[in-house]
């Protein structure tokens, strides 16, 4: 036993000597620390590896273990809550047509899963409530209110499906609600004062000043910008004005890393083996990730 423990002292020892002169010459851009901090967000689920918006795109964000999976609300013909990115069923269903010109009945009949590979074959749309149900305190859900203009009523029945399952409260940190459209922002903060919210900005808003910063702190807790304006300057000028920056939509480990020397946040990802451990994808060598 005592060679044992002797042995023992030695690996850590060894270790010690090995680790540390590595953390001074990182083989990688990425530590752990700043992996550890970094929150990960699942786009529109896992949408690298199962098609967008569909329950499994969700279930393999929650596998891979993201903080959160973004998903897109719009609203039907006869007023129920779905989650579709376009505007259309055109690119990610076998059917045509305007999500608000179709029933819920019609668009529960399309194949979500085909487009994308024929092992998801006969995927479903979900719906708002189906993902809330399915996926409420197994993952953070960071909700868009996608094309609001076009669904008058849209933030009142997002408010009163998470107001019905009671994750409306204070201290719930894995609800976001964020949009583009940021009058629908200001009125779901109204909604549901108690929920942090988020406004979306385009390469229009590579501009933005302090006084536009603080009309958006005034209801929004992040501004999450394309990733194409992010600048170290608007990092510290986001957190100067008191909220987050998490950017989209990385799609390629460099630009994971590029958004990691940024210093932001999070990290919105179709991909987030880019940014998060999971089985079988990288390792932690010498406290450092490698990623390569
Ligand atoms: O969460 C940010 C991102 O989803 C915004 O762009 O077009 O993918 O909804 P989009
Ligand atoms: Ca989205």
Do not use: C
Not at 60 to 82: N, R
Not at 233 to 256: F, N
Not at 270 to 286: A, C, F, Q, S, W
């Amino acid at each position: 036993m005592k060679d044992f423990f002797s042995a023992l002292l030695m690996v850590s020892i060894a270790f010690g000597m090995f680790t540390g002169p590595a953390l001074a010459a990182q083989d990688g851009p990425i530590t752990k620390q700043q992996q550890q901090k970094m929150i990960n967000v699942a786009h529109r689920g896992a949408s690298g590896h199962a098609p967008e918006n569909t329950m499994p795109a969700f279930q393999k964000g929650v596998e891979m273990k993201a903080d959160y999976i973004e998903i897109d609300v719009q609203m039907t013909k006869d007023g129920k809550l779905v989650i579709i990115h376009d505007a259309t069923v055109n690119r990610t269903t076998n059917g045509t047509g305007a999500v608000k010109d179709l029933t819920l009945e019609e668009l529960k009949q399309l194949d979500a899963g085909s487009w994308f590979s024929e092992k998801y074959a006969g995927e479903k749309i979900p719906t708002f409530e189906e993902v809330l149900d399915a996926f409420r305190g197994k993952t953070g859900i960071l909700i868009e209110l996608k094309l609001p203009e076009r669904y008058p009523g849209i933030e009142e029945k997002v408010a009163e499906a998470l107001i019905e399952r009671n994750m409306h409260k204070p201290g719930n940190k894995k609800i976001v609600i964020q949009s583009f459209n940021h009058e629908s922002i200001d009125k779901s903060k109204k909604l549901l004062p108690l929920l942090p919210h988020g406004v979306l900005l385009g390469d229009e808003w590579a501009d933005v000043t302090d006084e536009q910063l603080a009309e958006f702190a005034a209801y929004a807790d992040y501004f999450n910008p394309t990733l194409s304006i992010v600048t170290p300057e608007l990092v510290d000028r986001v957190h100067a004005a008191g909220m987050k920056i998490y950017p989209y939509t990385s799609r390629s480990q460099e630009q994971a890393y590029e958004l990691f020397s940024l210093d932001v946040d999070g990290i919105i990802t179709d991909y987030p083996e880019h940014v998060y451990d999971h089985p079988g994808k990288k390792t932690i060598v010498n406290n450092t990730l490698d990623l390569l």
